[in-house]
């Protein structure tokens, strides 16, 4: 899509999670798109008008790329079904089609002037990146200094850390050999200086993602890449540990963890 100009954008439906915003499709028709950039979990297409094209997944968006459409057949009940979730197309001047297809429809586009994006009420808020120097154990720990939730909890507010999701969260933890449940504010001392476990913590937040980036590069992405998500009966990893994967709820969400070595 960079250094492409929106020849089309077609609409399939008025919204995903929320609506489009007024004058989607016309605002970006003819813009060329400068620069397609992350922030947490939204991707953003910065556009040559000024305005940035905010895209999120939700639970079950994807993107499809490719260099000659799909042309949805009426008549082929397949491809009808197969396309039945595709909510957004952009065609680009580089004759690549980039369709946004989402089933549960938690997904999200939105337009935001490129000045206002820090006013954000989602994106301007969110914690540092935590692949980037800006995130250590010293921002970890102040940031959950005086959080009376569990750790868990924590690491999935995206304003203590950008981009963690349910799956690395309790990744990270295990790696840590940290209880998903502790209170967050207990890996700062009082003043909100990191402890032991904030350091292992923010190294284990690092090495997860890194790992998990390596892989979708790899053949493996899919299997067996995951140390307590969706391993719950079998034993832990852990060198030493005896431990069993148990799986718990905490906020409506799934929890993997080594009820042994984790504390
Ligand atoms: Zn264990």
């Known amino acids: 899509m960079t250094g492409a100009q929106f020849d089309r954008v077609q609409l399939n439906r008025r919204d995903l999670r929320q609506p489009f915003p007024a004058g989607f499709a016309r605002r970006i028709r003819g813009q060329t798109v ?19 094209l905010v895209m999120h997944l939700g639970m079950s968006g994807w993107f499809r790329v490719e260099s000659t459409p799909t042309v949805t057949r009426r008549r082929d009940p397949d491809v ?46 969110l914690g540092p990146e935590p692949l980037s120097r800006a995130f250590d154990a010293q ?17 999935l507010d995206q304003q203590v850390v950008a981009g963690i999701g349910n799956i690395y969260a309790s990744e990270a933890l295990h790696v840590a050999k940290l209880s998903p449940f502790r209170l967050a504010s207990t890996i700062a001392t ?27 590069e790899s053949d493996r992405y899919r299997a067996s890449r995951f140390r307590v998500y969706e391993h719950e009966g079998e034993r832990c990893v852990t060198p030493g540990c005896r431990g069993t994967i148990a799986r718990a709820w905490q906020a409506g969400r799934s929890t993997f963890y080594c009820p042994v070595c984790q504390r």
């Not at 400068?34 to 940035?52: C, F, I």
């Not at 720990?141 to 924590?154: G, I, N, T, Y």
């Open 80 to 125: 009808d079904l197969e396309h039945r979730h595709d909510h957004v197309v952009f065609t680009m001047s580089s004759g690549m089609t980039v369709t946004f297809n989402d089933p549960r429809r938690f997904g999200i586009m939105d337009l935001v002037a490129a000045d206002r994006l820090t006013e954000h009420a989602s994106i301007g808020k």
């Open 34 to 52: 400068r620069a397609l950039t992350r922030r947490g979990k939204y991707l953003v297409a910065e556009l040559s008008s000024g305005d940035n």
């Open 190 to 216: 009082a003043a909100g200086a990191p402890r032991d476990s904030a350091k292992r913590l923010a190294r284990a937040i690092k090495d997860v993602l890194r790992r998990a980036i390596a892989m979708a």
């Open 139 to 155: 921002v970890l720990a102040s940031r959950v200094a005086k959080r009376r939730v569990s750790l868990k909890l924590a690491l």
